[in-house]
Nanobody
């Protein structure tokens, strides 16, 4: 079982930056592939970024490519999402998630790939 807690959300202006953190419980964090999704009001949850167990492979959605960076620090049991050049359309609740051990080397982009989810953190970008 993995417990995930997001932090770092807030209200910012267009063009600003934020860094989201996802703290994970347990001693096996380094064995999980991780990801970020977001959900805007009235919309489905969408994939944002993925990272494999070591952090050596990452993938971000086209909508955030060049602006968002995913990373992790296994020694701190924490994953990050650095968000630069924020736009109003980035406004959403951001969720971190973890995939079970068998998917640790994959860059998982589907909702169904993940087994554990955080409670979410709100990011609001004003124009």
């Amino acid at each position: 079982q993995v417990q995930l807690v997001e932090s770092g959300g807030g209200l910012v202006q267009a063009g600003d930056s934020l860094r989201l953190s996802c703290a994970a419980s347990g001693r096996t964090f380094s064995t999980y592939a991780m990801g970020w999704f977001r959900q805007a009001p009235g919309k489905e949850r969408e994939f944002v970024a993925a990272i494999n167990w070591s952090g050596g492979s990452t993938y971000v959605a086209d909508s955030v490519k060049g602006r968002f960076t995913i990373s992790r620090d296994n020694a701190k049991n924490t994953m990050y999402l650095q968000m630069n050049g924020l736009k109003p359309e980035d406004t959403a609740v951001y969720y971190c998630c973890a995939a079970q051990f068998s998917r640790r080397n994959l860059l998982n982009t589907r909702f169904s790939d993940y087994d554990w989810w955080g409670q979410g953190t709100q990011v609001t970008v004003s124009s």
